[in-house]
């Protein structure tokens, strides 16, 4: 399995995070029953120890990604902030665009 099919398991350094995945409706798969680090892992986040999970993001379509991420972000975002940011974003690309289609034409 490579790097971008990493499975979050006990001890992952993103593992805290499974409460708030298993609350917005990540869909879950079974875990490794063998895994010894899974008890303490499952008390730790208020999941059932007898019942291992793992979550696997990269194996959702990309707008239900977006979708779940833009969710539990939505709550702490700044629209105006964002909204200035997007427009300050967008004058960068005209500016970068402007000057990309008149390069090599000076002449001097």
């Known amino acids: 399995m490579g790097p971008a099919h990493r499975v979050l398991e006990p001890g992952h350094p993103r ?3 499974v409460r708030a995945g ?7 798969t079974e875990g490794k029953r063998g895994d010894p680090r899974w008890p303490a ?3 730790r986040h208020g999941l059932d120890p007898a019942h ?3 979550w696997e993001v990269e194996a959702l ?5 977006q979708r779940l991420v833009l969710a539990v972000v939505d709550p702490y975002s700044d629209r105006q902030v964002l ?3 997007i427009a300050r974003e967008e ?4 500016a970068l665009a402007d000057f990309l289609g008149g390069w090599g034409t000076a002449s001097g």
């Open 83 to 85: 909204a200035e940011q």
């Open 41 to 43: 892992f499952a008390r």
């Open 22 to 28: 298993a609350r917005d409706g990540l869909p879950a």
């Open 15 to 17: 593992a805290a995070h």
């Open 91 to 94: 004058a960068q690309r005209r």
């Open 52 to 54: 291992p999970v793992q």
């Open 61 to 65: 379509e990309p707008h239900e990604l």
